[in-house]
């Protein structure tokens, strides 16, 4: 092996990269260059490093596949922490395979690792567990099991498994500490605090409470009218309607639940489902036809009768309703929900990830901007969004660490 | 040319606290290698660890019948075998991108890994006195009767190889498995290569292949 990448590569496996800079800074041959980018993603120069990653691929022979599968995987592991979501899957999936195809299955295994996090970044929580199962149970480095665990743990809590999250992510800490890693540690510990963070509100009876994660899990199994605004269904245990393309019958609903049992009136309704100011006949007329509607595709779980000054909701079966609401109600929750991760965002990687279009969420961004709930940096292409900075939120970069055993 | 495969006789290892073996070399009773922090002696018989020095170790070890070399970075350490004392240093010929070293008719050898060459230095003033073009990354560099052997990494294959000294031409080559690397060559003197298995962090014994 040679000498100087051999010293550059531990130095950067005992967490020094000012040291393995120090021994390659001057060289350009492939290995200095891998070293270097990795080197710069570590002191946080991400646009740097994989512009040096991105060399170094190239600069080595058409017979390093191996040394070049480790680059790519490195350079969509710095894209993926910089939220940039474009970048090509195939690449790395291909990498991944050459790696398999060579016995480095550690590294092929956080190649699949960075894939089913982006995935899961992107909502495709079945894709992200399958491709975690596609991996198998290969003997890996502590640090890749932390990793492991922890993509476990975000497909559980998406799944609003609990039980299972806090698992996965026992076995995460345990592992994170015998990596010796401190900012896995920390992934860890602010994914730990998701659990105990308050995920939702349950508004009943007139009154509204914090839920935490597990009690919103409880709550599946609960024989209450449910009204769920965070998948805009009403459902009662295995019935669930859904009102995904019909917004202001679910405000309907939900003002009908919150209010329940006392009855909402028409103006109230008007004004909450309609965001009209003042009732005319005309919203008069409108509210008979899409309580007619509501009426229509609750049947199963609700009656909708008429009061002297509107309407009250009479669930079957059961005499509780209950409204799952946000813990904070924004105009622009979703796009907050992602950003709340503290790591810059491009406007284009946010539409990938919500699902709609740029212009859209370029108009939320700029709206969030003006009220000081986003800030920006960068200019045009390379413009990032993100929320103000919460202290101590740990980059994620866990780069393959034998990546230049040559 | 002569192509065989090569026939791997024994493996030694993983130690423990060993993440990959960069150097090897025979003093005549213990099979040296270099772990990066360390050189580890084995016992060949037994296979066990019977002593190890605290030295940087990142590439090709060298004994010369008294004094292990040990590369380190971009320079090349003299070390008293019984003590364990660092004598010495001379820069290493590859500015750091070295990898084998070998001992051998008053001069060390040293391989400069991507370059595809190997060096024949002065051991007291680090001159070099030539330089033979290989084909491939050089890894371990040996001496065994007048032959001149080297190991090669490159494109996910490993071999053993016999050089003419003088031009660089393979004479003879002994193939590893597919994904068995060798960083580190020495002979024994006799019928066995001891070579070092990169990150698999193992030492193996191939035979040397008899003279007709």
Known sequence: ?406 | MKRSAAEIVREYGPFAGVEAVHGVTYDGTHVWFASGDRLNAIDPASGKVARTIDVAAHAGTAFDGRHLFQIAEDRIQKIDAATGKVLGTIPAPGGGGDSGLAWAEGSLWVGQYRERKIHQVDPETGKVLRTIESKRFVTGVTWVDGELWHGTWEGEDSDIRRIDPDTGKVLEQLDLPAGTMVSGLESDGGDRFYCGGGDRGNVRAVRRPRRA
């Open chain 1, 1 to 406: 092996m040679e000498s100087l990448i051999t010293a550059a590569a531990r130095a950067l496996e005992a967490g020094d990269p000012l040291g393995a800079l120090n021994r390659v800074a001057l060289r350009n041959d492939a290995p200095s260059l891998a070293l270097r980018g990795i080197a710069m993603a570590q002191l946080g120069d991400l646009a740097k490093a994989k512009a040096l990653l991105r060399n170094a691929a190239r600069a080595f022979g058409p017979r390093e596949a191996v040394a070049r599968a480790r680059c790519v995987v490195a350079e969509a592991e710095i894209a993926l922490v910089s939220r940039d979501l474009s970048w090509p899957v195939k690449a790395l999936a291909a990498a991944r395979a050459t790696l398999q195809q060579h016995g480095d299955l550690a590294n092929a295994a956080h190649a699949g690792h960075i894939e089913a996090r982006r995935l899961l970044l992107v909502g495709r929580v079945d894709e992200a567990e399958r491709t975690l199962a596609g991996l198998g149970a290969p003997p890996l480095p502590p640090a890749s099991q932390a990793i492991r665990e922890l993509v476990a743990a975000g497909i559980a809590i998406r799944r609003l498994k609990t039980k299972d999250a806090r698992a996965a992510l026992g076995r995460a800490a345990r592992a994170a500490r015998q990596a010796k890693i401190p900012a896995l540690l920390a992934e860890v510990d602010s994914a730990n605090l998701i659990l105990d963070t308050p995920a939702a509100r349950l508004i009943a009876g007139g009154s509204e409470h914090p839920l935490l994660l597990g009690e919103v899990e409880r709550l599946a199994t609960s024989t209450a009218l449910v009204v769920d605004t965070f998948h805009h269904v009403v459902r009662r245990q295995g019935v669930a309607v859904s009102f995904g393309t019909r917004p202001v019958l679910f405000a309907l609903a939900r003002l009908l639940a919150q209010a329940w049992p006392a009855d909402v009136s028409r103006e109230m309704l008007i004004s909450g489902a309609f965001r009209a100011k003042h009732a005319d006949e005309s919203h008069r007329a409108r509210l008979r036809v899409e309580i007619g509607r509501l009426r229509t595709k609750l049947k199963p779980l609700a009656e909708i009768s008429a009061t002297k000054q509107g309407f009250v909701l009479a669930p079957r079966k059961t005499r509780d309703i209950l409204v799952l609401a946000r813990p904070v109600e924004e105009k622009h929750a979703a796009v907050l929900a992602f950003l709340a991760d503290g790591e810059p965002w491009s406007s284009s990687a946010l539409a990938l990830a919500l699902g709609t279009s740029a212009r859209t969420v370029q108009r939320a961004l700029d709206e969030l901007a003006r009220s000081n709930k986003v800030q920006s940096f960068g200019h045009g292409r390379a413009r990032r969004w993100m929320t103000p900075p919460v202290p101590g939120f740990p980059t994620g970069l866990l780069l393959p660490t034998p990546l230049l055993r040559t």
